[in-house]
């Protein structure tokens, strides 16, 4: 079975930190970039961050670079996303999401776009307020 499973989020205070996982099993997870999500209700959902597999490669959006680290452990199958200095602004459902193909690879690692990916996970959430 395909899927991929978010974890890691919760309630934080302004400037603090969290490290979500998204844990990766039923497809060659070597061979797929995957990307972080994020969605607030009434709002599109929006790319954050992804790594590439061929050669490691991160992007982030404006609006996290410098707070957020992505990475990602083959050997367990599953990708992590370091977030500091939360902002209230953050607060959000983050989601991952995995592709193997070209077009969409550049999609979503390059340009940050929402694409098709082979499954989304249920997402974790993260709020972030004093």
């Known amino acids: 079975q395909v899927q991929l499973v978010e974890s890691g989020g919760g309630l934080v205070q302004p400037g603090g930190s969290l490290r979500l996982s998204c844990a990766a099993s039923?497809?060659?997870?070597?061979?797929?970039?995957i990307g972080w999500f994020r969605q607030t209700p009434g709002k599109e959902r929006e790319g954050v961050s992804c790594?590439?597999?061929?050669?490691?490669?991160?992007n982030y959006a404006d609006s996290v670079a410098g707070r957020f680290t992505i990475s990602r452990d083959n050997a367990k199958n599953t990708v992590y996303l370091q977030i500091d200095s939360l902002k209230p602004e953050d607060t959000a459902d983050y989601y991952c999401?995995?592709?193997?193909?070209?077009?969409?690879?550049?999609?979503?690692?390059?340009?940050?776009?929402?694409?098709?990916?082979?499954?989304w996970g249920k997402g974790t959430p993260v709020t972030v307020s004093s």
């Open positions: 790594i590439d597999n061929n050669n490691g490669e991160t």
């Open positions: 999401g995995a592709v193997h193909d070209a077009r969409r690879r550049q999609a979503m690692c390059v340009g940050l776009r929402v694409v098709d990916t082979i499954v």
């Open positions: 039923g497809f060659g997870f070597d061979y797929y970039a």
